[in-house]
């Protein structure tokens, strides 16, 4: 091999191998592969299968892999042998290469491992990380952000919408409150998914029985990990073939991020919607203006933000059937599309994070309500005769209602003319009243 490249033989093969797509397996995988490798050589030495000096230099080595600094040593395409073997390979050539003379890739740095097993655990593991440490914040951020909104906008009364038609008054306080109750309603769900992801199949080797590991192996590793990187929520797995045979796991966890991708597109569309304008459109709320809207119509201020938080989540959505058709397809003792779900599950993580992350500072931080906007469409809509109903019956108020739209003239004047009075009128008809509800 050149020089300049510390891994071996095998990676070279699945180099030429697999000239499939040019991206790498998400070098978060090698890391927690590398990670798993360093605890599993120093549990080894514990065991007394592995010389303290060759552990050593494999948790030296392993360490430099974690933290980064021989990324480029790890170029095999994601798109490779489906148990993630290839790239277990690569690993075990580097930290081989980096721990000197007289480490062998197999026998040490590979030592109570199989691919079938310390891959997937690492995918899982990548997951966990990101989930705890990306995703679950980013989406807090999120959830405090439109909170914020939702008390600043509790005043502000403006007409609701069902079917996209004109629908009792509401205020834009409670709309927030709503898009902020879906954000933390979504964290729970991607966290009621992560005891299940915790659940690694390390210590099953080839197809689940624990050949050639030592009994007391991967609770060892699984304590070191948990003990030397923070990684919360590691467990034995219930059943280990279970554990090795399929990643139901990780599609539930990508189906968890499927629904949180189906709430921020509804609340980026209202967004959206509510922003437009600023004459023909709804009008109900500024837009931040970050950037120009055309490049040959002046002054105009396009929704960029929410269209971005759209995009993210029709491809977290694509990313979703492509876990689940991977996930679907493990034969026997193995599951063989890890790779693919992988760099989709995250893929969908990291965008959720960003799109999360940007979504809150530069969109909902900097809304404003319109108030004269609200106001014009709290007041328009005909739907406030809902309120009337106890008084005088809905058939009744449903002719008052149609004469209003067909003559164009205001509610209040129709429904005199039908026989309502003035006083039981005015004391109805009160939109902060008719928004609050049942909570008045």
């Not at 090795?244 to 980026?268: F, H, M, P, W, Y």
Request: glycine share 10%.
């Amino acid at each position: 091999m050149p020089s300049k490249h510390l891994y071996g033989a095998e990676t070279a093969k699945a180099v030429d191998n697999f000239p499939i797509s040019g991206e790498p397996v998400p070098i978060a995988v090698v890391h927690w592969l590398a990670r798993v490798k360093g605890a599993a050589a120093h549990v080894n030495n514990q065991l007394g299968l592995l010389d303290k000096r060759r552990a050593g230099r494999i948790e030296r080595a392993a360490a430099e892999i974690a933290a980064g600094k021989h990324d480029d040593q790890f170029p095999i395409d994601v798109f490779q042998t489906g148990s993630g073997t290839s790239t277990n390979m690569n690993v075990n050539e580097v930290i081989a290469a980096l721990a000197g003379q007289g480490v062998h890739a197999n026998d040490h740095v590979n030592m109570g491992q199989s691919s079938n097993d310390v891959f997937p655990s690492a995918v899982h593991l990548a997951a966990l990380d990101y989930a705890h440490n990306q995703l679950l914040p980013a989406l807090r951020l999120l959830e405090r952000a439109l909170a914020r909104k939702s008390r600043s906008f509790q005043g502000v009364v403006k007409s609701g919408r069902t079917h996209l038609m004109d629908a009792v008054p509401v205020t834009l306080g409670q709309e927030f409150a709503g898009y902020a109750a879906q954000m933390t309603l979504g964290s729970e769900r991607v966290r009621g998914t992560l005891a299940h992801v915790g659940e690694l199949p390390l210590g099953g080797t080839a197809t689940g029985t624990g050949l050639n590991t030592h009994p007391a192996f991967a609770a060892k590793v699984l304590t070191r990990l948990s003990r030397e990187h923070g990684v919360r929520g590691l467990s034995a797995p219930r059943d280990r073939f279970e554990a090795q045979a399929n990643r139901d796991a990780l599609v539930e966890l990508s189906g968890a991020l499927k629904v949180v991708s189906v709430s921020l597109t509804k609340i980026a569309s209202d967004i959206a919607l509510m922003g437009s304008g600023p004459r023909a459109g709804i009008g109900e709320l500024v837009l931040p203006e970050l950037q120009k809207g055309s490049s040959i119509m002046p002054g105009k201020v396009n929704p960029v933000i929410c269209e971005v938080v759209a995009q993210v989540g029709a491809q977290v959505i694509g990313n979703d059937l492509a876990i689940t058709i991977g996930g679907m397809q493990g034969h026997f003792e193995l599951n063989v599309r890890i790779p693919l779900i992988a760099r989709n599950l995250l893929s969908s993580m990291h965008l959720l994070s960003t799109a999360s992350t940007v979504f809150a500072e530069k969109c909902i931080d900097g809304l404003k309500a319109n108030k004269a906007g609200c106001e014009s469409s709290a007041g328009g809509t005909l739907a406030v005769a809902t309120a009337l109903n106890g008084a005088i019956g809905y058939d009744k108020a449903t002719v008052i209602v149609k004469r209003a739209t067909e003559s164009g003239r205001p509610l209040r004047e129709v429904a005199l003319q039908e026989g309502v009075s003035a006083e039981l009128y005015d004391a109805t008809i009160d939109l902060r009243k008719i928004a609050k509800g049942n909570q008045a």
